[in-house]
């Protein structure tokens, strides 16, 4: 998809959010705030919003299941009573593989992939077609701005998107590449038009990696409070492995060696930060837990990060840092269920949760044993057949069965390094399956938390199913939950040491659910298309009251990208991405120089699977192919509404 420049397009909610909106349920002071801030264009305050969901697509209009649909709307009350609706639209910044400038007078392929020396990576699967390799799949993404920031091309104000890329899907040849590839992540120079909110694309800087060892499978992604882009590295690779072909194919594209990449460096928390000519520095935290990040959030205090853990028995890991706004040091924590999980019915009673201490490190302490050669039997001595031997503890690792033993004196390189399996060794519940994206609503101290799948290691009858992880659901719920975790102060972790944070998650309870279909319907869905599917991408804004979903779904034949109004329960799909594709780079951002985005990129576009897209592939593959580069392809941008909005 290319960008849209027709002036109906342009952009959004100027000055919507210059005051706090005035929740469903609020006191006297926040009304009296809100009623003092009048709206721009002579209207009284706002006092809601409330967005109008579109239907979803069908094979009466193909071309809207294979492109990224948007028939919704967003409704404004105002203190007076009155109403006015915008509709909303798709704007799109580019689509992968394009040819874009530079900034400095050439031009560069979004999405590309290089090397340890910053060479673009060649896909030479397929002889006379060589290419560099782009990425189909965009995925992580921060809106932001630099103060002063000057960038030449820039004619309104400069504003950044920080935008990773995950993996790509397969090479010309039609083989997989997943997870071969280093992935890449790249600064966007936006220019901002103050009248309009128009947000177009003047600048694409490739942000060098090569000092953090290049970035294993970039997955979901936050910004921090002071600015800067947290990126995600999941699935971490198993350093007990002999070989593993993935981290070979890996480190041949980065290193021209399949066998110089070390596992260690993979599996940490890498954080972007933009300098004001719209280029990138990159750090890798490696004291935040070598676990499945996926996408983490930090709490008002800039100290405590509750982080998601997208893995096949996975867990709820929560990070403080030793100073606000530094990740370079702190202690790590993992949650232990006190009863176990048996429902994720929304209404069902909560259950409580406690705090393990892992250990306390600094980045460079951790770093200095990966780069000092620590390998796996070093901290462990890891066995996946029962050795017969009681000093060995029987544990769950990605769904599998392993039997562990510490070595002396190795719990903090265990702690950073076999984040996983030393978490469970020490009762953490790690029993979660697909646990993804995390947000907050601050306002109400809720940490919200999605589960795509709740199957495999948290179903009782299941081979995964470990029951020291107390989670035990009696049946799967395929198309998965999200969760809510109230947050509190003055709590203590299990050996009674004080937990130094006002952000700690006390429960965790059902907040939203999707439904599994006994068959499939008309259309091939196998949960039902009216509510949430997989939920993946989750980001909260307090000021519009809203919690967004987006979906990586292999129930729905298209994934969506919804908004629930956490006061009035109130569910409405935004936006469709292109069949076989899922939702991704979510971010609600309430305002920049008085403008308001939602940032939505998919990913993946055709990604066919069998039998949910039988029905309507013969349809949509052509059209497919046609819109994003042969399945190659896919975009990256933001929901705008139609005409802008100022108050």
Known sequence: MTPSHDASRRLLLKGLFSAPLLPLTTSAAASALLAACGGGDGRSPVQSVRFIGMAAPSLANPAAMATTSVGSSLELRYADGSTRTQKLAYHAFFTTGDSVSDGQGGQVVAGGYFNISNQPILDTSVPGQTRQFFSDCPDGTSLLTVPGAQVAGVSGNPVFAVVQFEYTTRNLAGESEYGMLPSPIAVLTLDQNPATGELRLVKYSNVDTSSVNGLWITCGASLSPWGTHLSSEEYEPDATQASNAQLRGFSQNLYGDPAKANPYHYGHMPEVTVQPDGTGRISKHYCMGRISHELVQVMPDERTVLMGDDATSGGYFMFIADTARDLSAGTLYVAQLTAPLVSVDPAAAPTALKWIRLGHATSAEIRALVDGG??????????????????????????????????????????????????????????????????????????????????????????????????????????????????????????????????????????????????????????????????????????????????????????????????????????????????????????????????????????????????????????????????????????????????
């Open 374 to 647: 620590i390998t796996a039997a070093d901290i462990m001595d890891v066995r996946t057949s029962d050795p017969g031997d009681a000093r060995f503890t029987r544990i769950t690792v990605s769904g599998r069965r392993n039997w562990v033993q510490l070595k002396t004196g190795m719990e903090k390189a265990a702690a950073f390094l076999e984040t996983h399996r030393y978490a469970a060794l020490v009762g953490g519940s790690l029993g979660f399956s697909k646990m993804e994206g995390t947000t907050v609503n601050i306002a109400d101290k809720v940490m919200y938390s999605a589960l795509s799948y709740c199957k495999d290691s948290m179903v009782a009858t299941s081979s995964r199913h470990d029951d020291a992880s107390r989670v035990s659901l009696s049946a799967a719920l395929n198309a998965g939950a999200v969760m809510a975790l109230p947050l509190d102060s003055g709590q203590a972790d299990t050996s009674g040491l004080a937990i130094e944070s006002s952000w700690v998650p006390v429960r965790l309870q059902a907040l939203i659910t999707g439904v599994d279909l006994a068959s499939a319907d008309d259309l091939g869905n196998l949960a039902d298309a009216s509510r949430i599917a997989n939920p993946d991408n989750l980001k909260f804004s307090g000021k519009m009251r809203t919690l967004f979903i987006g979906e990586d779904s292999g129930l729905h034949v298209n994934n969506f990208l919804w908004a629930y109004n956490v006061d009035t329960k109130e569910l409405a799909r935004l936006l469709s991405v292109p069949a076989g594709a899922e939702s991704t780079g979510l971010q609600a951002v309430d305002e920049i120089n008085g403008w308001t985005y939602i940032m939505s990129n998919f990913q993946h576009p055709g990604d066919w699977e069998s039998p949910l897209h039988d029905k309507v592939k013969p349809v949509l593959d052509p059209l497919v192919r046609a819109s994003y580069r042969d399945r190659f392809g896919a975009a990256v941008g933001y929901l705008t509404s139609d005409g802008g909005l100022q108050l």
